[in-house]
């Protein structure tokens, strides 16, 4: 780096990283995530990276694959990532392309024809996640994170897509809106991220009389321990959390994922529309602010 170059240039990783996050010109943050000294500071810049135009040109334009790759993971376009996943001459640059990919007839043709193991076996692991009976998933990315989601009619519908998931990558979310609330799930399990309707709910079908019973049971779903954690340290940030299980219909039987709290309360059944009359224990959490109770 010169005396008078730009402070990106700097060798010392601390002191590019901190320039590169004061970039907002997206053509500067293009030549610093290429050319940055300490790769970090690449990645730094990457992650600012918005304008799809110059990250498919970093794509088509550079040859070096490490730094194609963190390019590719900045792609929303889903007609541009299915075309690297099938015809990038480079297989890991593919396999990138292959971990953001949707779309059902690229993922079916990468998982038949791709020569590199890992990319191959990725879209094979994806087709038995993302084939749903339920239409085409909205997508978009906020940093590292992923999110798929729908629209449905009600919990019950949403329940049922969102149980079909065989294997959610981390950082991956799915969300499922409906006239009652939104169901998310993730790698740990079910969430919510706002109060979802507990009565008056559009349900499934009607087996008789809304009336109160006891539930047969309430299960955790997924990922117990890691799913109390996540919510308690939402809940220590101020933020909306609630523990989602698996409520057992006393009436008909039907597994509904609902939001609970300490103590008794009153739930829904997502399929008949029974009340189930419910009891949960006070859940003590230990987490780096303090213990959380949810």
């Known amino acids: 780096m010169g005396l008078f170059g730009p402070a990106w240039q700097s060798e010392n990783p601390r002191k590019a990283i901190k320039a590169i996050n004061k970039l907002t010109d997206q053509n500067t943050l293009s030549i610093a995530a290429q050319e940055a000294a300490s790769w970090n500071a690449r990645l730094a810049a990457f992650d600012r990276l918005t304008d799809q135009q110059i990250i498919e040109g970093i794509i088509m334009s550079n040859a070096n694959p490490f730094i194609r790759m963190p390019a590719v993971e900045r792609l929303t376009d889903q007609r541009i ?46 087709l038995n996640t993302l084939i749903l009976p339920h239409g085409t998933w909205s997508f978009k990315r906020n940093g590292g994170s992923v999110y798929y989601s729908y629209k449905a009619d009600s919990l019950f519908v949403a329940g049922e897509i969102l149980k079909k998931l065989v294997f ?88 509904s994922p609902i939001e609970t709290e300490e103590g008794d ?21 230990n987490t780096t602010m303090g213990i959380v109770e949810i």
């Open 81 to 126: 990532i299915s075309s690297i996943a099938k015809n990038d001459k480079d297989g890991a640059v593919r396999l990138s392309a292959v971990k953001i990919l949707t779309d059902q007839l690229a993922l079916e043709y990468v998982a038949a024809n791709d020569t590199f193991d890992q990319a191959r076996s990725t879209a094979s692991i994806k």
């Open 168 to 255: 959610i990558q981390p950082q991956t979310y799915y969300m499922v809106d409906t006239p009652d609330g939104t169901l998310g799930r993730d790698a740990n399990g079910f969430f919510t991220e706002k109060p979802i309707k507990i009565r008056d709910l559009t349900i499934n079908s009607t087996l008789g009389e809304v009336d109160s019973i006891k539930p047969q049971s309430l299960t955790m779903f997924g990922e117990t321990i890691k799913n109390q954690s996540a919510v308690a340290h939402i809940k220590a940030n101020g933020q909306y959390a609630k523990l989602i299980l698996m409520m057992k219909c006393g009436k008909c039987g039907y597994e």
């Open 265 to 285: 309360f009153e739930r829904q059944c997502y399929s008949c529309g029974t009340i189930n009359k419910a009891h949960r224990a006070k859940i003590t959490v």
